[in-house]
């Protein structure tokens, strides 16, 4: 029975573990992913065991079918879906894709009413875990609710939205640091949303690194960052990629429809992780889909296999393609 339920994440070393002193342990990831000590790592793992590696996705959501929503889990007022992302489908998607696990990212369509993904995360928990929702209210609540979300539903990453934040405030205000310290506290990384773009946000994302060295950060989407065709978009990719200074910083290349200009299979995207790559490591990247998204612009076993296409034509090696398409990932959550 307990292998029946064992979780796609275990087998990875605990993120809890290996940041459990980050100031002193993050330089010397850092060098040891450098100095190749990660992917020979990766390498022995792979020849000692006899199962292939697992895929896991860094990013998607689920929300509520319309038969749920008129039930038990109401869509927030004015952020009805319009394509459909129950979990039903979802394990469907991912089946047929052949994807083992997956970090559910709670979605705007229900706010930070978490119940739906609460219930999701309970029916299938060999199958995935969450990452909920910062709420910046200004009375402090949002901080309350982080540590409820963790400690007694067991999110593992909590998201900050900088556009859920009070008219004129950043994600640095009083709140925002309060929220983004307690999450390393808990052990908890932080996924940043730039949906408008990260020359908006990243003098907040540097200051935030500096303070709270201890805090992991994710960065979604890989900072919506495209294939810069301007002086301007070079120097914003540029941030992206000198962000990798902060050894808690950690890009999910998720989404590839979002960052790419091209129709799938994204072939534009290739030389993007490739720098990436260059910059962080394979150990600190991770692949994502954006399900339900992914589904109506590519499909989602397309999604998975759009890596692989962009990994031959890199060229990229088969321990790199690993970290990416689920290693990176499972070390963090085991």
């Known amino acids: 029975m307990a292998l029946a339920s064992a979780s796609p994440f275990s087998g990875f070393p605990s993120h809890k573990f290996l940041f459990s002193n980050p100031r002193n342990l993050l330089p010397s990831i850092r060098m040891a992913s450098e100095a190749g000590g990660l992917g020979e790592f990766s390498s022995r793992s792979a020849l000692s065991s006899p199962s292939p590696p697992k895929i896991l996705d860094s990013h998607l959501h689920v929300w509520a079918s319309p038969q749920e929503a008129a039930g038990s889990y109401p869509y927030f007022p004015g952020q009805e879906p319009s394509i459909p992302g129950d979990a039903n489908f979802l394990l469907k998607c991912m089946s047929e894709a052949g994807v083992d696990g997956a970090l559910i990212v709670q979605p705007i369509n229900h706010m930070f009413d ?89 003098s907040e994302i540097e200051e935030l690194c500096e303070i709270y060295p201890s805090t992991i950060v994710l ?83 397309e999604a998975r296999e759009a890596v692989s296409l962009l990994a031959n034509q890199i060229p990229l090696s088969s321990s790199d393609l690993e970290w990416i398409m689920g290693r990176t990932l499972g070390q963090l959550f085991q």
């Open 219 to 301: 960065l979604d989407h890989m900072g919506f960052c495209k294939p810069p065709m301007t002086d301007e978009k070079h120097n914003t990719f540029s941030s992206l990629l000198k962000l990798a200074r902060f050894p808690q910083v950690y890009v999910k290349f998720s989404a590839l429809f979002r960052i790419s200009r091209k129709q799938y299979p994204y072939e534009d995207a290739g030389d993007l992780l490739s720098q990436v790559i260059s910059n962080y490591g394979a150990n600190r990247v991770m692949w994502g889909s954006d399900f339900p998204f992914v589904v109506k612009e590519c499909g989602y076993k």
């Open 114 to 202: 978490h119940s739906l993904v609460t219930s999701v995360l309970k029916k299938h928990p060999s199958k995935f875990i969450g990452c909920c929702l910062a709420n910046p209210a200004e009375d402090g609540t949002g901080i309350r609710q982080l540590e409820d979300l963790v400690l007694k539903d067991g999110y593992r990453a909590v998201r900050f939205n900088p556009y859920l934040w009070p008219s004129g405030q950043k994600m640095t205000n009083e709140i925002g640091k309060a929220m983004f310290y307690r999450a390393g506290e808990l052990g908890v990384p932080v996924g940043i949303m730039c949906m408008k773009g990260l020359s908006l946000h990243i």
